[in-house]
DNA sequence: CGGTGAATTGACACTTTTCAATGCGGGTGG
DNA sequence: CCACCCGCATTGAAAAGTGTCAATTCACCG
């Protein structure tokens, strides 16, 4: 693996105070792997050897049954995932994909437990990181039972515009029908979705959407730290 | 607290491993509480002063927003809640509020960070709990999104039949204004899905529901390993 | 004994999904 | 280089599902 990789995996909350020795085995037993688009990546109910990092890209984690499938989060460099199964040596809840060409690193799991078990900064790391992977579940899930479509999408362009420093112009960093399936709609009722609000503070244009107006984008999205402030 | 309690708090998967003194110290600092039903504990974003273990009874934990309201999860005995919030030490994302008369411990959040650092087995069991809690929310979540009403409650019920061990009749533990918020609708809706199921398998008389037909019900519901397997 | 709240049922309205048709790119292969 | 095709996005219309409102019954509790 490359040493810029190297440095930034290093970076990340969860290994930023891992003891040397211990993040040299972690690193020295991983492969880094860059990946097409649409590559399916791991099926649920499969077991999990490996930690999952993107590096670079754009990894989706979807979930099917009965011909029915949806998706469950989006993750986007630099972040782990399947952290649950891997620490508790459990099967996948979730399967993922690669959305666009993706660089990942893969730890092996046994690594993972060994390290936990070694180095109680990184025991705390994971903690850290994991409770936060729930909290971002339950928001989600508030996200979906609490408000209406219109809603959904409203507060997704303000976190999009927030996350672009307030910028007038963003542009949705993913294609529509994922959107739609993650915020837990149909592409058609996004549309339309992206329509009513037109005459609420946007403009859109294919992927670029414009703010014209962020007051009344709020009054009719109603924002709520508790489900769409990524800290807290 | 009595040391009923206190055994059976050592017995829970948490506490199983922890070094006796430190476990001590925990007990010592701790306080065990019975509650009226519908008590409200606490209250999502006041911060998490203590970690919360249901003894005896029934707590809800809901999520509220501009006039909606909705139920996110139950927790029976024995169990903790808020774990997230107290490791992390962030405000809390729900509220919780007794069901029935309900004993509870709270540990205080300090002492559980303290045991964490000084005893890597119970820093091992918050893992495992933390990333069995994720991975609840995720089912939760799958159980949503993938499917029908219908299919939720059918669902409900052979977990019900399961847990009863099999046996033809078996009852709701509590309302059904609460089961309906936990799966998703409204207490209406729940009940025309109860009158639907009735011709798959399902007898209902108030709370009490006969199972007559099994295999009709899993026909119907479409059961699944990976959604409502509590292990795994 | 009256009051309160839950559960059930029916009618209605609204939201969302589904199906279908169209137009718009981005790729592939001739 | 262009024609073609495929997938995505958009729009409309119909269908299904869900929520809302109202009325009734029932059980429980003060």
Redesign the pocket.
């Known amino acids: 693996m490359r040493q810029t990789d190297r440095e930034i995996v290093r970076d990340l909350k969860l290994f930023k105070d891992v003891d040397a020795d211990v993040f040299d085995d972690l690193m020295t037993a991983s492969y880094a792997q860059r990946m097409p688009p649409h590559v399916e990546l791991i099926r649920e109910g499969e077991s999990a050897d490996f930690l999952h990092i993107v590096l670079d890209g754009c990894v989706e984690l979807f979930s099917s049954g009965h011909g029915r499938e949806t998706s469950m989060a989006i993750v986007t460099p630099v972040s782990t995932f399947i952290l649950a199964a891997t620490v508790n040596d459990a099967p996948f809840l979730m399967s993922a994909r690669t959305i666009e060409s993706s660089k990942l690193l893969l730890i092996p799991s046994q690594n993972v437990r060994d390290a936990f078990a070694r180095d109680p900064h990184f025991a705390r790391a994971i903690v850290t990181e994991l409770a936060q992977c729930y909290r971002s579940v339950v928001k989600s899930m508030k996200n979906l039972k609490l408000r209406?479509?219109?809603e959904r999408v409203g507060n997704y362009i303000i976190r999009l515009h927030d996350k672009a420093g307030g910028a007038e112009i963003i542009e949705l960093p993913y294609?529509?029908?994922n959107l739609a399936s993650i915020l837990?709609?149909?592409?058609?009722?996004?549309?339309?979705a992206?329509?009513a609000l037109q005459s609420h503070g946007i403009l859109?244009d294919?992927a670029r959407i414009e703010i014209t107006d962020r007051a009344a984008l709020e009054a009719i999205s109603k924002p709520n730290r508790l489900i769409d402030d990524p800290r807290s």
Do not use: A, D, V, Y
Request: aromatic share 6%.
């Open positions: 209406t479509s219109i294609g529509k029908k837990g709609m149909t592409p058609e009722n996004l549309s339309r992206f329509g859109m294919g």
